[in-house]
């Protein structure tokens, strides 16, 4: 059952379906990439994560090589074929460097997976048992928007590094300062025109999510482009923005994404700091580059965020964008695309309250990812 169908009303009634899975948070995000070696040294030079752990032929992996990185709560999988005949290296040739798995964690894989497919999921992968001698880990998966998955992982009886067939890392440490990010703030989706209710309602019924916010076209849009987003979330841990393109009078950022990407897929990742001002700086000493902000910006963010106590001059000197609403403020930054296909990029968040998504600064962000566009001839 597709999302469309839970849509049209294709599901049972909610009074006898299980309940939802109930999710402890993001446990961890698996990229597929061409070079995983090469993806992993740019992680750890550019943005200070650690490899922590490692799989392979010389752990018993024979199809793939997987580097486990972390940095505060944070931790990405990196996962690149060993063939030409690994879905790891179809995905690639398709899609590019992306996310591949957006992974929850949960305390019996078996009952979530089980609810999650009564209640409308497609089945991705049962849940089998990998052991060894740490222990065992449980986890199932089950399909989202385009090819991305969504793993169902109970860990609470592995005492190993992070998986069987994983051991820790010996690669050494990356050089450079503390970059200082603590955990993922939010993952944002992108999916076709006429689908954003669609996975709305997967959230909803099949996750047991809320909408936490709603932007139409009217909300967000420049001169030459517009698009729709909801923030779905399970109230704790998980907050997932989806947007959609709407009508404009040149290509969306969104309508880029999907062309180049060739499906829906995981647009950034919103990484939170507790000092965005020093994560910034550290992040260019490392050669982190960001979208630019026009001066201009600033006055009327004066104007927006009076009263506030903040250092508007370093905040103009990096680049760094400002919003509030009405349980406090928030700062943030977006990084240019991180794979070579105008996909994928970063956003690094400080929030002091506030629970949006920063709202008031979407069109300065669209207006600035329009200038990449127009430089790649893509607007």
């Known amino acids: 059952m597709t999302a469309t169908d839970l849509e049209q009303g294709e599901r049972r009634d909610a009074d006898e379906l299980p309940a939802p899975p109930a999710l402890g948070g993001i446990d961890h995000l698996e990229w597929w990439v061409g ?8 992680l750890e030079a550019a943005f200070g994560f650690d490899v922590v752990a490692y799989a392979g032929p010389e752990t018993g992996r024979r199809d793939r090589v997987s580097y486990l990185l972390q940095q505060g709560r944070v931790r ?39 609810a999650a497919l009564a209640r409308g999921a497609e089945p991705e992968r049962p849940p089998p048992t990998d052991r060894d001698e740490p222990g065992c880990v449980h986890h199932a998966a089950i399909r989202a928007y385009g090819e991305t998955v969504h793993t ?63 932007f139409d076209e009217d909300q967000i849009s420049t001169e030459y482009s517009a698009l729709m987003s909801t923030v779905v979330w399970n109230h704790e841990t998980v907050v997932l923005p989806i947007n959609e393109p709407a009508e404009g009078r040149k ?67 990096l680049g760094i964008l400002v919003d509030r609403d009405h349980d ?41 990812i329009e200038r990449a566009q127009a430089r790649r001839g893509n607007l």
């Open 35 to 42: 070079n995983a070696r090469a993806f992993v040294g740019f």
């Open 251 to 317: 290509k969306s950022q969104i309508e880029e994404y999907l062309d180049f990407y060739g499906c829906p897929g995981v647009q950034h990742i919103a990484l939170a700091t507790s000092d965005i001002v020093a994560t910034v700086i550290s992040l260019q000493s490392r050669g982190v580059r960001f979208m630019d902000v026009p001066p201009e910006y600033y006055d009327e963010a004066r104007e927006r965020l009076a009263g506030v106590d903040l250092d508007w001059d370093a905040l103009q000197a």
């Open 152 to 214: 169902f992982l109970d860990r609470n009886g592995y005492t190993g590094p992070f998986a069987p067939q994983f051991q820790p890392s010996d690669l050494a440490p990356p050089l450079g300062p503390n970059v200082g990010i603590t955990k993922i703030d939010h993952v944002v989706a992108n999916v076709e025109l006429g689908r954003l209710d669609d996975w709305v309602t997967f959230y909803e019924q099949v996750l047991g999510f809320d909408q936490l916010t709603h």
């Open 76 to 114: 990405f999988l990196v996962s690149g074929a060993l063939g030409p005949d690994s879905p790891i290296a179809e995905h690639v040739r398709r899609h590019g460097d992306g996310i591949r798995d957006v992974c929850f964690l949960v305390d019996d894989v078996e009952t979530a997976y089980q």
């Open 328 to 368: 406090g403020h928030l700062l943030q930054i977006f990084t240019e695309t991180v794979t070579d296909r105008p996909t994928v990029f970063f956003e690094i968040i400080q929030r002091e309250g506030a629970r949006g998504i920063g709202e008031g600064n979407f069109k300065a962000l669209f207006e600035s």
